[in-house]
């Protein structure tokens, strides 16, 4: 999502029972929206500071993987969302990577 429209997510997630947190797996995105200040881990904290206790994370632009559709891509996207997620509070054993 664009800067622009988290008070709009805000709103929404604050009366949502489950997220769909999407991820873009292509090189250079991820790593991005993972870092420090990028959205994947601002969006996963909001949802769970929201009340949103159900979670699926949608794992997007695996065509632009290296190879395109790369399982060990989409296995190293699950590691490190399922440990960021786990230290804000998620299960990640409850947590569906599609």
Do not use: W
């Amino acid at each position: 999502g664009h800067r622009d429209f988290i008070k709009n997510m805000i709103t929404g997630t604050s009366q949502a029972d489950c997220a769909v947190l999407i991820v873009a797996a292509g090189t250079g995105e991820f790593e991005a929206g993972i870092s420090k200040n990028g959205q994947t881990r601002e969006h996963a904290l909001l949802a769970f500071t929201l009340g949103v206790r159900q979670l699926i994370v949608g794992v997007n632009k695996m065509d632009s993987t290296e190879p395109p559709y790369s399982e060990s891509r989409f296995e190293e996207i699950k590691k490190e969302v399922s440990s960021y997620i786990k230290k804000i509070g998620y299960n990640p054993a409850a947590v569906v990577f599609v």
